[in-house]
């Protein structure tokens, strides 16, 4: 089956330590990308990845970091996580050309305490 | 400048009511895509249509229809006789050709209700 899995589906943790929040697709995509969504801005993109070793500030990179070092897997990492991070977070691939629907995987639920 | 306005915040209907959710864009780009994609209460994110600015013929899946019309910038979402299975956010986006990025710029979204 096609799809974006992310994973932890949930987590809590506290102020400044570090965690990552992995994604990984099985359908070839070339870009890969990270949102998060927050009550009254809808949803924001945080990195995107148009390919292997290829990544690029969004919107709101600040207190994020991502690496691509496979085609597959697009891990979006908190090194010091902070309340304001507290969020539900998305990962979304595609191809590359042209303007291929983005598939998204189903949520990471985060809480910075 | 890019945008997409969802002006209905929440919506509530009874079911078997036909509902229409509203969504106005702004672009000055002449090659774009329009998305809808529904957010149920469980939080994932489903892909439901994609529309290029090149095809403004609507369309229809079962129960959903979609209107898109270049001349007012609207993209607008009918789910008729709703069900409360159809209880969920809605959220319409626009993808335009600019850079490699092409990310998709949201609307707030549509919450809506359909009660038994």
């Known amino acids: 089956e096609a799809q974006v899995t992310q994973n932890p589906r949930y987590l809590i943790t506290v102020t400044g330590k570090k965690l990552t929040v992995t994604c990984s697709q099985n359908m070839n995509h070339e870009y890969m990308s990270w949102y998060r969504q927050d009550p009254g801005l809808g949803l924001r993109q945080i990195y995107y990845s148009m390919n292997v070793e290829v990544t690029d500030k969004g919107d709101v990179p600040e207190g994020y970091k991502v690496s691509r070092k496979e085609k597959r897997n697009f891990p979006l990492i908190l090194e010091s996580p902070s309340p304001n991070q507290t969020s539900l977070y998305f990962c979304?691939?595609?191809?590359?050309?042209?303007?291929?629907?983005?598939?998204f995987g189903p949520g990471t639920r985060l809480t910075v305490l | 400048a890019q945008k997409v306005t969802q002006a209905q915040t929440e919506i509530s209907v009874v079911e078997k009511e036909d509902v229409t959710l509203d969504c106005v864009y702004e672009?000055?780009?002449?090659?774009?895509?329009l998305f809808w994609y529904k957010q149920p209460p469980s939080g994932e994110l489903v892909f439901l249509i994609r529309r290029n600015s090149f095809d403004e013929q609507n369309e229809i899946s079962g129960r959903y229809s979609w209107n898109f019309q270049k001349s007012t910038s609207s993209f607008n979402f009918t789910i008729t006789a709703s069900q409360v299975v159809d209880s969920a956010v809605y959220f319409c986006?626009?993808?335009?050709?600019?850079?490699?990025?092409?990310?998709?710029?949201w609307g707030l979204g549509t919450s809506l209700a359909v009660n038994p």
């Open positions: 672009t000055r780009d002449t090659t774009y895509y």
């Open positions: 986006a626009l993808m335009t050709y600019g850079g490699n990025n092409r990310k998709l710029i």
């Open positions: 979304a691939s595609r191809l590359a050309g042209g303007a291929d629907t983005q598939y």
